[in-house]
């Protein structure tokens, strides 16, 4: 009896450590799986609508749209050109609501007109914008494509690889993703694209990667930072915790460590060579940090690590009432911000 009362424990162990492992493997293969593969409901609406927008805006010669080949491992990124010009865009943030225990809500109005195209603009720069994860190049067209093209910058939208339009198995969290720009500089100069000194805007995944970035690559003049992650592993606990409460039920940081570490192993690379902070400490060009206080997804202290190893002439604002989804959109308060540090850093005053 008690053979058998242990034969039934032993199996139930086991069963038990096989989900373990089980659940440990999807997780790994979430973490780093191409978000397009599963191309969430936020991403499927951005590209629906921005495929009639974006034919409308090649017709008039104010976009063009191009795929560099990434080498490493092998992808196509996609790429959109947007010209500079008078887009006549509008951008209001109509309500801001922030209750003591709650964050803030936005609801927004924007308009543009893209019949305009004899009205562009002499590029005085360039501007690259890196979209946050499980979003694509289309959700960084307003409002800051449209605001920056505005302001007179060519700015290249990227589809980061796994993303959007661009191909590739998995993601890096900037592993893989440096060599991607330095590719898609190199080709866009190649073609005369390149106008100016080039400065980039990244949000949340998309900020990470573009200090990773500009740490690499000499021509990046200044980065502004929105959200970013210090910690990559930190920030892929803290995200998860907070998006997927459920699942994270249960799961110790062991189990989670483990499947890291799987991860990076499907992946290819090595956690090593995504340090943010080591990248922050190492660039030599200034960065503008931007974060929302009630964020709870990628928290201020990530800004406030990086910026204390920032370079000279960097600057860190936080906004009290903004969480991680608002902050991507406060034009109304970061816009100024960010149009300014362009034109201080890459001298188009």
């Given amino acids: 009896m008690h053979l058998r009362r242990a034969a039934r424990i032993v199996l139930l162990l086991g ?6 492992g089980c659940v440990s493997g999807m997780l790994a293969k ?3 799986e191409a978000p397009n ?12 609508e921005g495929e009639g927008l974006i034919r409308a805006m090649t017709e008039k010669r104010l976009v063009r749209v191009l795929q560099v080949p990434a080498a490493q491992p092998r992808a196509q990124i996609e790429v959109m050109v947007l010209e500079p010009a008078d887009y006549r865009f509008g951008f209001k943030v109509e309500h801001t609501l922030a209750q003591k225990d709650e964050p803030a809500t936005l609801r927004v ?8 195209g004899h009205a562009l603009l002499t590029p005085k720069a360039t501007v690259v914008l890196l979209h946050g994860i499980m979003m694509s190049k289309e959700t960084m067209l ?10 007179g910058y060519r700015v290249i939208l990227v589809d980061l690889r796994g993303h959007g339009r661009s191909t590739g198995k998995w993601i890096g969290y900037g592993a893989w993703e440096v060599d991607d720009l330095r590719r898609v500089i190199d080709e866009l100069d190649h073609r005369g694209l390149i106008v100016g000194r080039v400065g980039v805007l990244g949000l949340s995944y998309g900020a990470s990667v573009a200090l990773q970035w500009a740490a690499a690559d000499p021509r990046v003049a200044t980065v502004v930072a929105l959200a970013p992650f210090s910690d990559a592993r930190r920030a892929i606990r803290e995200f998860t915790r ?9 799961f110790s940081d062991a189990d989670f460590q483990a499947a890291e570490e799987r991860a990076a192993r499907l992946a290819g690379f090595d956690w090593s060579a995504v340090d943010v ?5 190492r660039l030599r060009v200034p960065v503008l940090f931007v974060h929302g206080g009630r964020d709870t997804m990628i928290v201020p202290e990530h800004s406030e690590a990086l910026f204390r190893v920032a370079p000279p002439g960097s600057r860190r604002e936080v906004l009290a009432d903004d969480n991680h989804f608002t902050i991507g959109l406060r034009l109304d308060e970061v816009g100024p ?10 001298q188009t005053r």
């Fill in 242 to 250: 907070v998006a997927a409460p459920k699942l994270m039920d249960g």
């Fill in 277 to 281: 902070l080591a990248a922050t400490r």
């Fill in 109 to 116: 109005r924007a308009k543009w007109d893209v019949t305009n």
């Fill in 37 to 48: 593969r599963h191309t969430p409901a936020l991403m499927s609406q951005a590209l629906r």
């Fill in 30 to 32: 979430r973490l780093v």
């Fill in 142 to 151: 307003a409002p800051w494509g449209l605001a920056l093209a505005e302001a």
């Fill in 337 to 346: 911000l960010v149009t300014a540090w362009f034109c201080d850093h890459l």
């Fill in 15 to 20: 069963a038990a450590l096989a989900l373990s």
